[in-house]
């Protein structure tokens, strides 16, 4: 990103985050989360939706272009027939933009917002009577919202938030946040003068995600729940590479790994979704009912095809895709959750390594994502550090199957302070069912098999803020690269305190724990060419100093209080 777009997107967001905080007041921020992201997703639907009837009016009246409109066609009213034609969704739908019914259009429910009670609704017939209910804002822009959901049911069947004229939000409050919202033009060309190289789902993109992280710092550790920081989705991404085939998370919250595996795919070369050659397919699960719908609207303003199992569901009760078979399998499940088991898990076909603890679902995740795996296919999820380490409850003993068994190929350690929903130090799996080669952007990996890769990353990053901590993109490439370099068997070497490849044998010493700290060991610290028994003589004759100067420091205190008549 360019310093003019970072510009841009900076004032976008102050201004955005500005309108949406005077709900703060109101709401909690459960609830006005959706009704912002919910305004978002209207304002860049009828965007695209005008662009691409901008450019068609340009298309009908342009003699070169195929779907030119002849004036001598159109005798009696050239500019009502080219509105006519204006209105036929299929020169929508062939671009993949969503068709929007006149009262879902961002200009008519701005212009709504404004009327007097009473007033006809510019979509009905003259004369007909709504009741009194329908004259709120939150009428109408639930209105719009089942009209875009009713148009374009194959996508967006049961996706969209209508229950804006249940929050109890005054009809003036919501009609100043759609006018402070229309001033945001998703179809920005330039800003202060110089041209932006962003597509309108770019914009929209950053603005979504920027929303879903202020929401998740405003609701603390309950927001926190499907939100995981960009930057370690980003590394997760980096490090499996998912550039075709089939992507899973079972925990997808609102599918931050899903729209990384897009951008991914971008960067390389490569398109995804709705017939543009697409290279990957999305599948998901989530039980929170509007964080499902969070999901499911970040895909479709993507234009990303998904299969998030038609309905939440809890995962590890209620397996909405059993037969899948995944070639990248992703996740950031909640931490040691305990309320989780019941008996018709007992014998469930995913516990491939061993039956997990009832009180703690940290390997019942792993198991379910190594289950879905497809042979060559790769996974990588965040644990706890506990994970790595604890032997209660069978923890030990499926950890050490998975070892012997040869699923385990990199540990990646992470500093703390990067969750803005908890404070538990975390760490990496990374686990695939065939370290003979397995897929890869660029060739043929390495037979990795007996070989385990540990990586401590508990020193990288920076402070973004006083309490929350991220990676820089030197950082993640840092990690990718050294992950890589081992896979491909080009270029990597051991680093002391970051990096070291073990064998089946060192990690059996261990007695099958995973801390990559018990392995990279410490950090070589330059040699300075002193030989220690001078450095320590002269240290010694230091420290013997600055003994000798407080003392008389502190002789000088007493005396000073003792003149000042207190006794010591």
């Not at 040869?406 to 990067?418: H, I, R, S, T, W």
């Not at 993109?473 to 070497?493: N, P, S």
């Not at 490849?501 to 610290?525: F, N």
Request: net charge negative; aromatic share 10%.
């Amino acid at each position: 990103m360019n310093s003019v777009e970072q510009q841009f997107f900076s004032e976008l967001e102050k201004k955005l985050w500005t309108a949406a905080d005077k709900l703060r007041s109101n709401l909690d921020a459960a609830v006005y989360k959706h009704v912002v992201l919910g305004l978002i997703f209207l304002k860049y639907v009828s965007d695209a939706f005008e662009e691409r009837q901008k450019e068609l009016r340009e298309q009908f009246q342009n003699s070169d272009h195929d779907y030119y409109m002849d004036p001598a066609d159109y005798p009696e009213d050239y500019a009502a027939d080219v509105a006519a034609e204006l209105e036929v969704r299929d020169y929508y739908t062939e671009k993949n933009v969503f068709w929007v019914p006149l009262e879902a259009r961002w200009q008519t429910l701005r212009d709504c917002a404004q009327l007097p009670p009473k007033s006809p609704l510019p979509w009905n017939k003259p004369g007909k009577d709504e009741p009194e209910e329908m004259r709120s804002v939150g009428w109408l822009i639930d209105n719009a919202m089942e009209a875009i959901e009713r148009e374009n049911e194959k996508k967006l069947k049961n996706v969209l938030n209508k229950d804006f004229a249940r929050t109890q939000i005054d009809s003036p409050k919501l009609a100043d946040l759609i006018a402070h919202f229309s001033d945001t033009d998703f179809n920005r060309k330039d800003y202060n003068g110089q041209p932006l190289g962003l597509k309108s789902k770019d914009i929209l993109g950053h603005v979504y995600e920027y929303f879903l992280g202020q929401f998740a710092l405003a609701e603390g550790k309950k927001g926190g729940q499907y939100y995981t920081p960009k930057s370690i989705v980003t590394l997760i991404v980096e490090m499996l590479q998912p550039f075709k085939g089939r992507v899973y998370d079972p925990a997808m919250g609102s599918g931050g790994f899903f729209v990384q595996s897009e951008e991914f795919i971008e960067q390389h070369g490569g398109k995804v979704a709705n017939g543009k050659t697409g290279q990957i397919s999305v599948y998901g699960q989530e039980s929170n009912p509007t964080t499902w719908r969070l999901a499911a609207m970040n895909m479709a303003i993507r234009g990303i095809d998904f299969n998030f199992g038609g309905a939440p569901g809890d995962t590890l009760q209620n397996d909405l895709h059993p037969d899948l078979r995944a070639d990248y399998v992703m996740a950031n499940p909640p931490f040691n959750m305990k309320e989780w088991w019941s008996e018709k898990l007992a014998s469930d076909p995913r516990w491939i390594a061993g039956t997990p603890p009832q009180g703690n679902a940290n390997f019942a995740w792993l198991q379910h994502m190594l289950y879905h795996l497809a042979p060559a296919g790769s996974l990588a999820l965040l644990l706890s550090n506990g994970s790595m380490s604890s032997n209660t409850n069978n923890e030990g003993e499926i950890r050490k199957t998975l070892i012997e068994r040869d699923y385990v190929e990199c540990m990646v350690a992470l500093p703390g302070q990067l969750f803005t929903n908890t404070q538990i130090p975390a760490c990496i799996w990374l686990l695939t069912k065939d370290k003979r080669n397995g897929l890869a952007l660029s060739k043929q990996k390495r037979d990795r098999r007996g070989e385990f890769l540990f990586i401590d990353a508990r020193q990288l990053g920076y402070m973004k803020d006083r309490v929350l901590r991220d990676f820089t993109v030197d950082d993640i490439k840092k990690v990718a690269d050294t992950f890589h370099a081992w896979q491909m068997g080009e270029g990597y070497a051991d680093v002391p305190g970051f990096c070291y490849s073990a064998s089946q044998a060192e990690i059996r010493k261990h007695e099958h724990v995973l801390t990559p700290g018990r392995y990279v060991g410490a950090e070589e610290q330059e040699a300075d060419g002193e030989v220690f028994a001078d450095k320590m003589k002269r240290l010694t004759a230091q420290l013997k100093e600055q003994f000798s100067d407080s003392a008389k420091l502190e002789s000088e205190i007493k005396k000073s209080l003792i003149g000042l008549g207190y006794a010591i």
